[in-house]
């Protein structure tokens, strides 16, 4: 039986020699080939029970035939409308910082390329029962191509005319105008508006090409929506914060709880990659601060629990993690190993017309465009690939269940390739996931 022994955050508490995660009043141990945490107490009631639930890793079928039931089943087409962005993100992944990605590049999608994928992919789902579909605009910046997302839901509303569409962007929101906007409220389409917290976290790495910082335009653009809809803005406006680890994730934090118009927003927190990258040799990674801060904002967010507090988006976003963590441990994920989606949950289509996997993975890995539809061999031998990438690596490995790998964080140049930083990342991650899951359950705040 495999154990993992937690490092990083909970490392010193860890009793030598032992496998057991020492925390608040107990002593635990994360079985992984079970995919359970048991508190030592208890231990032989664990045992007695565990037979059921023993978890087995199995191959993904992949013919053509799985393949079109998979594609039947999308939920969401991701249109990169434009690979081009009005800003340069200092931690932006299009930018030369990174291995393996895709550049910035003045290419925009036509409109012609748009309605062919719409039709295409028509074609396979239009005999499903579930008849709701999202449509997403995604860049660069898409507000540069306003002409193709305008196509986009035009034509999608006469094709799918009997559906439910939803429709969404993913925006810097820099380049709003009226136009925009009426369009935006009047269509209902959802925005992800990117924004890193106060001004001096979002102006030190969210600029222009000229290099200036773009929170004063942001904030200017979220208030002219709000005096516009103010209930479009509540239902319909979040926002993905990203975190580097050179900066303050108090004032961060600080920020996301006070401003009044978007503290109870949706948030969705991210940190900037610390793998396959060289943004990192310009920009000192802090992790004694980022570890010290993010206990801080733990305790703050479980006295407000326990006072019966209303939480803001931000703190909400962050509770979230230990809440998947124990979804995790009793087996509800829903895919193999990690978070894959394997052509399920999303397709994404570049400014060309080409199809991919998702919108983070890069572009040696596209199977087919808009002109000659589906390779499903190229498909089947993806599929393929990185299932056993994942069987050598992964299948040994005492984070299987948990860890949140998929098809773009082994994605190298054409072939999957494990990446032991990612690894390395995870292992703490986890760690202090359990760590703080824990704690919740102890102190009966979950
Ligand atoms: S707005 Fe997005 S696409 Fe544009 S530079 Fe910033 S991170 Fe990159
Ligand atoms: S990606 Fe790394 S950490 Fe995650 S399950 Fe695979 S080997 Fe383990």
Redesign the pocket.
């Known amino acids: 039986m495999n154990s993992f022994r937690a490092c990083g955050p909970i490392h010193k508490r860890v009793k030598p020699m032992t496998d057991m995660i020492s925390l608040c009043h107990n002593q635990y141990l994360y079985l992984c080939d079970y995919n359970q945490i048991i508190n030592s107490s208890i231990k032989d009631l664990f045992l007695e029970n565990s037979q059921d639930r023993k978890v087995t890793t199995t191959d993904v079928p992949i013919s053509k035939e799985i393949l079109m039931n998979r594609i039947a089943k999308l939920p969401q087409i991701i249109f990169e409308v434009s690979a081009n962005?009005n800003?340069?993100?200092k931690y932006?992944v299009?930018n030369n910082n990174y291995y393996n990605q895709r550049e910035?590049s003045p290419e925009m999608m036509n409109t012609e390329i748009s309605k062919k994928a719409l039709d295409y992919i028509y074609s396979f789902i239009n005999n499903r029962k579930d008849k709701t579909l999202s449509l997403s605009f995604y860049?660069?910046?898409p507000m540069m191509n306003m002409k193709t997302v305008k196509a986009i839901i035009e034509y999608g509303k006469k094709l799918f005319a009997q559906w439910e569409l939803y429709f969404n962007m993913t925006t810097?929101l820099t380049l709003l105008n009226h136009d925009i906007l009426e369009f935006l409220v009047e269509n209902n389409i959802a925005l992800m508006v990117?924004l890193d917290g106060g001004k001096e976290n979002h102006d030190s790495k969210?600029v222009y090409t000229n290099n200036t910082g773009t929170f004063d335009t942001v904030m200017e653009n979220l208030q002219k929506i709000y005096n516009y809809d103010p209930d479009y803005f509540r239902r319909k406006v979040s926002f993905s914060s990203v975190f580097s680890f050179d900066l303050s994730l108090i004032a961060q934090y600080e920020f996301f709880k006070t401003n009044p118009l978007i503290q109870k927003s949706r948030i969705r927190f991210s940190t900037v990659n610390t793998f396959d990258t060289t943004y990192y040799q310009s920009y000192p990674y802090k992790k004694d601060e980022f570890e010290r801060d993010i206990k801080t904002i733990f305790s703050s967010v479980k006295a407000k629990i326990k006072n019966n507090e209303e939480l803001t988006g931000y703190e909400t976003y962050l509770f979230s993690d230990f809440k998947k963590i124990g979804d995790a441990l009793k087996g509800r994920r829903h895919t193999t190993l990690g978070g894959s989606c394997l052509f399920d949950s999303r397709l994404f289509i570049d400014a060309e017309g080409r199809f991919h996997v998702c919108e983070k993975i890069n572009h040696t890995f596209s199977f087919g465009d808009v002109e000659n539809g589906f390779d499903f061999e190229k498909m089947s031998a993806i599929t393929h690939d990185f299932i056993q990438t994942q069987k050598e690596t992964c299948g040994k490995c005492n984070l299987k269940y948990l860890c949140t790998v998929c098809f773009a964080s082994f994605g190298g140049d054409g072939k999957f390739r494990i990446n032991s930083e990612f690894c390395r990342t995870q292992r703490q991650v986890i760690a202090a996931n359990l760590e703080n899951y824990i704690q919740c359950k102890e102190e009966k705040l979950m």
């Open positions: 962005c800003l340069r993100c932006c299009y910035l860049g660069g910046e810097n990117s969210r």
